[in-house]
C-alpha cells in the first residue's frame, strides 16, 4: 500500500507510518530555535538599548543604525546571508589564524544566530521604553538614599522596567516563534522543514501542512498564556491593579 | 591587472543592481495589491467582530487567531502546495490563479495581513471614546453619518502610526513569495548567488533596495502623521486622541 492511499490518522499517528513523533519532535526544535534566538535577541538588545542611550556619540548613532537596517530588511534575508555568507565568513576568519577552513557551522547556530539579530533589534526598542518608563526623580531620591550603581538597578531600574517590558516582550516572542519557520531554507529539521519534507515524501502537503498550522497555533497561544501568567504574576507584585 | 579585476567588479555591481531594480515593480506591486486587499479584508473582519450575530463574530475570531498564529512561509505553502493538492481547487474554475505563484503569494499575504491589521483597526475603534458615540446618537444621527463623521476619521488617525508598522512589515514579507519561486528582489537575488556564488555583496545590494522601500514608506507615514494630526492641520481639534 502506498502512503498516498494512507488515511490521515495514520500518516499523522505515532505507528512505523506515522509521521506524529518527526512533527512532534519538529516542534520540540522550533520551540528551542526560538528560545535560543530570543536569548540572543535579548542580550544583544539590552546592549543596544543601553548603547542607544550612551554619552558617546558614535556609539548611539552605530546602535540607531542597527536598529534601522534590521527593522528595515525582510528578515529571510538576513537568514539567506548568514546561511550562505557563513561558511565564507568562518573560512575567512580561520584563514587569519592559518587554520584550515572549518566547513558551514551548524544550521541550528546559524538559524538561532540570524532571528536573533533580528529579534534584537526589537527587544532594543521595547528595552529603551522600558528604560524611559522609570522616572527619573527615583533614580535621583535612590542616589540621595546613598545606593550604589547595582542595588539601584536591581531594586529600582528593574522590577520597573519588567513591569513595563513584559507585555510588548510577549509581541517579540510570537514574532520570533514565527519568523524560526524561515530557518526550514537552512535545512534544519524544525516543524517547517519537518511537514514540508512530510509533505514531500507522501504527496499530501495539505494534510502536513494542516498539521504544522495546528502546532504552530499551539506553540503560540501556550506561550501567549504562559506570558498572560507572567503579567499577572508581575503586576500583583509590583502592587498595581 | 588589479585594475582588470576591478573592472570586472563594477560591471558585476552594476548588472546585478540593474537585475534587482528591474524587480522591484514585482516586489511592489506584490506589496500593493496585498495591502489593498488586506486592508479592505481588515475592515470587513473588524465590522464582523462588532456583528450582533454570534456565528459571524466567531468567524472572524476564529481567522483572525489562525493567520495570526502560524508562520506566513507556512500559510504561502499552504495555499501554493496545499490547496493545489485538492481535487475541487483543481478542477475548480479558478486552477489558472491558483497555479501562478504571484497569486498564491498575494493570496496568503493578504489573508495573514487582514487579521493583523483586524486587530489594529479594533484597538482604534476600542480607544473612541463612548461618549462620543453617545452624543451622536443624542444628535440624531444615523449609523451611517455616525460611522462617517464620528468614527471613521478618528479611526484613521487612531490608527495610523500601528498600521503604518504593518504595512511596513508587509513590505519585509513580499520577500517570503521568493520561495516560491517568485522573481521578486530577494527571488532575483537569489538567482544571480546561485550564478556567481557572490553572496555579500548581492545581499547588500537587495538589502539596500529594501532599506530604500521601506524609509520611503516610512516617510510617507509620518507625513500622513503629520497631516492628520488636529494640533497642527487645524485649532478645532478635541484633543479626543487620548
Excluded at chain 1, 79 to 84: I, K, R
Excluded at chain 1, 143 to 157: D, N, S
Aim: charged share 10%; proline share 5%; net charge positive.
Amino acid at each position: 500500500m502506498s502512503e498516498q492511499d494512507l488515511p490521515a490518522f495514520a500518516l499523522l499517528g505515532f505507528g512505523t507510518d506515522g509521521w506524529g513523533r518527526v512533527l512532534v519532535l519538529g516542534a520540540v526544535l522550533t520551540l528551542a530555535l526560538s528560545l535560543a534566538s530570543m536569548t540572543i535577541g535579548s542580550v544583544l538588545g539590552a546592549l543596544l538599548a543601553w548603547a542607544r542611550g550612551s554619552r558617546r556619540g558614535w556609539l548611539a548613532r552605530l546602535a540607531t543604525a542597527y536598529g534601522v537596517i534590521m527593522r528595515g530588511v525582510p528578515e529571510l534575508l538576513v537568514v539567506l546571508l548568514l546561511y550562505f555568507g557563513a561558511p565564507g565568513l568562518m573560512a575567512a576568519v580561520a584563514g587569519l589564524f592559518g587554520l584550515p577552513a572549518p566547513g558551514s557551522p551548524p544550521a541550528f547556530l546559524t538559524g538561532s544566530l540570524a532571528i536573533g539579530l533580528v529579534s534584537a533589534a526589537y527587544q532594543a526598542e521595547v528595552f529603551r521604553g522600558g528604560l524611559l518608563a522609570v522616572p527619573k526623580g527615583q533614580v535621583e531620591a535612590a542616589l540621595a538614599a546613598g545606593m550604589g550603581p547595582w542595588l539601584r538597578f536591581r531594586r529600582i531600574v528593574l522590577p520597573q522596567v519588567l513591569h513595563h517590558v513584559l507585555p510588548p516582550l510577549g509581541n517579540v516572542w510570537q514574532f520570533n516563534l514565527k519568523d524560526s519557520a524561515l530557518v526550514a531554507i537552512t535545512g534544519l529539521a524544525e516543524l517547517m522543514r519537518v511537514s514540508l519534507v512530510a509533505a514531500g515524501s507522501t504527496r499530501r502537503p495539505f494534510l502536513f501542512f494542516a498539521a504544522a498550522m495546528v502546532l504552530y497555533l499551539a506553540l503560540t497561544s501556550l506561550s501567549s498564556a504562559v506570558f498572560r501568567r507572567i503579567e499577572a504574576r508581575g503586576s500583583q507584585w509590583a502592587g498595581r491593579r | 591587472m588589479g585594475g582588470a579585476a576591478m573592472n570586472a567588479d563594477v560591471t558585476f555591481l552594476a548588472d546585478t543592481a540593474l537585475a534587482i531594480v528591474r524587480a522591484v515593480p514585482v516586489t511592489l506591486g506584490l506589496f500593493v495589491a496585498s495591502a489593498i486587499g488586506a486592508s479592505l479584508l481588515g475592515g470587513g473582519l473588524v465590522a464582523a467582530l462588532t456583528a450582533g450575530l454570534a456565528p459571524v463574530r466567531g468567524i472572524a475570531r476564529g481567522w483572525i487567531f489562525l493567520f495570526r498564529g502560524t508562520p506566513l512561509l507556512l500559510q504561502i505553502f499552504m495555499v501554493y502546495y496545499g490547496l493545489a493538492a485538492l481535487g475541487p481547487v483543481r478542477q475548480g474554475p479558478f486552477w489558472p490563479a491558483f497555479r501562478d505563484p504571484l497569486f498564491c503569494a498575494g493570496l496568503a499575504m493578504t489573508c495573514c495581513c487582514s487579521a493583523y491589521i483586524a486587530e489594529v483597526l479594533r484597538g482604534a475603534l476600542a480607544a473612541i471614546p463612548a461618549g462620543q458615540i453617545e452624543a451622536a446618537l443624542a444628535c440624531g444621527m444615523g449609523r451611517v453619518t455616525r460611522l462617517r463623521l464620528i468614527v471613521l476619521p478618528q479611526m484613521l488617525r487612531l490608527a495610523l502610526p500601528a498600521y503604518g508598522n504593518e504595512l511596513v512589515m508587509m513590505v519585509k514579507s513580499t520577500s517570503l513569495a521568493s520561495t516560491i519561486t517568485v522573481l521578486d528582489v530577494t527571488g532575483v537575488a537569489q538567482q544571480v548567488i546561485a550564478h556567481s556564488y557572490r553572496t555579500l555583496d548581492v545581499f547588500c545590494l537587495a538589502a539596500g533596495v529594501y532599506l530604500g522601500l521601506t524609509g520611503a514608506l516610512t516617510a510617507l507615514l509620518r507625513w500622513a502623521e503629520r497631516r492628520l494630526d488636529p494640533t497642527v492641520s487645524d485649532g478645532a481639534g478635541e484633543g479626543a486622541s487620548r
